[in-house]
């Protein structure tokens, strides 16, 4: 009798254990998973120009540079299988992570001798056609992760993506400072997309003329898919007047297709911490 009550007490012990370690899924698991590169991003990346930008110091990932490969191979670690359960935000937040870490990575590879990321490609292929990834069962691209496996899956339809994923220059959205998670996701690319338009050095009202971006005019088929209800640029645009600093002037001109837009040049020296 006394042995099977001990039996009876292991059991309902263990069911108190595996219920704890229940209670640390699913968030407190991506959490874990993301820690290691929210830790490099908080050292390592500073805001600048009123927080609507940040500079990446280089010097102090390659100081940290087993850390992040460390965070890179537990990535590489996650099954098609796994990635394929997990709802929709999460699936997201992890391809952007795996976008911007691995996109340090690569400019480590030369750092600090390289002024640009284009410096890391040749005559017949760009850096980010490069398979150096190993992610979901394949060796991938920089490209094959934004282009297939985010833009081009069906699956997220989020223009927003573009503020978030980081190419390491100065034209650039903000590589953020923090990781992206399901739970923070959607607040996460909203702050993207507010501090990137109210970037004057990237985006401004200048007389009759709104003058952006060249990421608008890259991908200006992402915004008008209706994200929001926005079927065009302009659409899109008019969602954030506040960022833009535009009055309603300036909006009702926009609405009606009389203001003029251009598309700035790209600048794609190295976003360094100088």
Known sequence: ?????????????????????????????????????????????????DA?????????FKADQSQLRSYLSALSQVSQAEFNAWPKSKQLAFLINAYNAWTIE?????????????????????????EFIPLLGETRSLDNIEHDLIRGSGKYNDPRIHFAVNCASIGCPAL???????????AQLHQQTVRFLSDTSRNKLQGNTLKLSSIFKWY???????????????????????????????????????????????NWDLNARR
């Open 1 to 49: 009798m006394l042995k099977f009550i001990r039996f009876i007490g292991f059991l309902i012990l263990l069911t108190m254990i595996n219920s704890a370690t229940a209670k640390d899924s699913p968030a407190q698991q991506e959490a874990s998973l993301h820690s290691p590169w929210q830790a490099l991003l908080i050292k390592h990346v500073v805001a600048i120009n």
């Open 52 to 60: 609507t930008s940040t500079q990446v110091d280089y010097a102090g």
């Open 106 to 130: 690569l400019i480590l590879t030369r750092y600090p001798k390289i002024d640009s990321i284009k410096e890391l490609g040749s005559f017949f292929s760009s850096p980010w056609s490069k």
């Open 176 to 186: 953020r400072e923090e990781a992206y998670t399901a739970k923070k996701l959607e």
């Open 220 to 266: 200006k088929g992402d915004f008008t898919k209706g994200f929001e209800g926005a079927n065009s640029l302009s659409q899109f645009l008019l969602l954030y007047v506040d960022a833009l600093n535009l009055g309603p002037a300036q909006q009702q001109k926009l609405t009606s297709g009389d203001m003029k837009i251009d598309f700035l040049d790209y």
